[in-house]
């Protein structure tokens, strides 16, 4: 082999070895996922919870239509069932604290965009909450990915959760 060939064969080689590995990366749906999030953004779960200075947490989860039905209606249909269960004591969150914490049950109620459910716990000012999880993936098999925001008085935390991913997604923007 000539060395031109030579030199052509190693050239071709390691762009089709390098183009292989960015092509792995860009389909790589965890690792890059903050470019696929704004366009689905308006089609996923979201999850708002607050924890004040009182001790007081306030929660909404809202599960849009979009996600749930090709239709408003049918969409509507399944988010009821969703309402149901919520009604009945599923959770939206577990708290880990080191007093219990006075919780209502789950207020699911529709709006011009979906499902939208409340809740709200009071821990008291002295109970120190420690961990709040959020446990929606395993008791709605409906999600396939939530946008969480967590709002405490040392922190403020916004992320994903997704069913493709064994870890919280930070980065949600380009």
């Known amino acids: 082999m000539t060395d031109r060939r030579l030199f052509l064969a190693i050239a071709l080689t390691t762009t089709f070895?390098?183009?292989g590995?960015?092509?792995d990366e860009a389909m790589d749906y965890c690792k890059n996922h903050y470019r696929f999030h704004p366009q689905h953004r308006g089609d996923i779960a979201t999850l708002t919870v607050n924890?004040?200075?009182?001790g007081t947490l306030t929660s909404e989860l809202v599960l849009p239509y979009a996600h749930f039905g090709?239709?408003?209606t049918s969409a509507r249909r399944e988010l009821s069932r969703i309402a149901n269960r919520m009604s009945n004591?599923?959770?939206?969150?577990t708290l880990q604290s080191a007093?219990?914490?006075?919780e209502s049950a789950p207020s699911p109620g529709f709006n011009s965009t979906g499902l939208r459910v409340t809740a709200t716990a009071d821990c008291g000012e002295n109970n120190k909450v420690e961990q709040v999880d959020v446990p929606l993936l395993d008791t709605l098999p409906e999600l396939?990915?939530?946008e969480v925001e967590m709002t405490t008085p040392a922190t403020k935390k916004h992320f994903a959760i997704s069913r493709q991913c064994d870890h919280p997604l930070?980065?949600?923007n380009h």
């Open 99 to 102: 007093e219990p914490c006075s």
């Open 70 to 72: 090709a239709t408003q």
């Open 17 to 19: 070895a390098l183009s």
């Open 170 to 172: 930070f980065r949600l």
């Open 144 to 146: 396939d990915e939530i």
């Open 89 to 93: 004591g599923q959770k939206l969150y």
């Open 51 to 54: 924890l004040d200075e009182t």
């Open 21 to 23: 590995c960015i092509d």
